[in-house]
């Protein structure tokens, strides 16, 4: 049986600039893709523009790409934008 592929969804309290917070996502993001090929996208919760949310889907190496993506968001500082510098992640998988 072959290993399921993993979506996460990272959410987060947004504090600060939301311009300067986008472009630095947008920056992090760029950099994971390129070291993982796994591009990610943004949301906003609408009803609330300070929860943000990063997804990343159809991971098949986790352990790589949780390497990667931490180390990415320690290099641009993404948990500085992050009240109490929590950023919340969830993976899932396909139900069989």
Do not use: C, K, N
Not at 10 to 16: A, F, L, Q, S, T
Not at 64 to 83: N, Q, T
């Amino acid at each position: 049986m072959a290993p399921s592929v993993i979506h996460y969804y990272i959410w987060y309290r947004v504090e600060g600039d939301a311009v300067a917070v986008r472009l630095a996502i947008d920056a992090m993001q760029h950099d994971v893709a390129t070291r993982t090929g796994i591009r990610g996208r943004v949301l906003v919760r609408r009803d609330d523009p300070h929860t943000w949310m990063e997804i990343y889907e159809d991971v098949a190496a986790a352990a790589s790409f949780e390497h990667e993506l931490a180390a990415a968001v320690e290099r641009h500082r993404i948990a500085d934008f992050a009240h109490d510098r929590a950023r919340h992640t969830e993976a899932f998988v396909a139900a069989h």
